[in-house]
């Protein structure tokens, strides 16, 4: 199941027209085993699947990075999650259909609400995609945005 380098692209969010075009809505609830840039270790639960994922160290310009993901079973999911550091991720992902691409929109929740950030998976550095008028400014590479820093430094305690 494990892929084994991933390509993304990351944006914040500056309106919610893309719920209109949205195809699927799924609840996620997260958490982190291990937070090392070098190594995060992730455990999900997505409705009603469980995963574990490893992600590598990120490119210089934060785009790719090894990734590595398995099926496991939900209750052992649940149990995982307990074991977690820091502050679960909860969040509503959309997944919008623009152009060739899909863009996975995260309403995040809990410690993390009124975050709202989109990500287009390439399948190169370079490669061109769409960009939908709810697409903000580009936060590709800035790890506060990452989900295992939002689960140590939340969005509601971010000072303007």
Known sequence: MGKYQEIERKFLVVSGDYVKQATSKQQIRQGFLNTDPERTVRVRILDDSAFITVKGASSADGTSRFEWE??????????????????????????????????????????????????????????????????GEEVTGQPAYYNSQLSKHPFKSWTS
């Open 70 to 135: 398995t099926e496991i079973h939900p209750e052992e999911g649940r149990k995982l999650l307990e074991l977690c550091e820091d502050v679960p991720i909860e969040k509503n992902r959309y997944k919008v259909p623009v152009g060739r691409h899909i863009f996975e929109v995260d309403e995040f929740l809990g410690a993390n609400a009124g975050l709202v950030v989109a990500e287009v998976e390439l399948g190169a550095v370079e490669e061109a995609y769409e960009q939908p008028d709810w697409l």
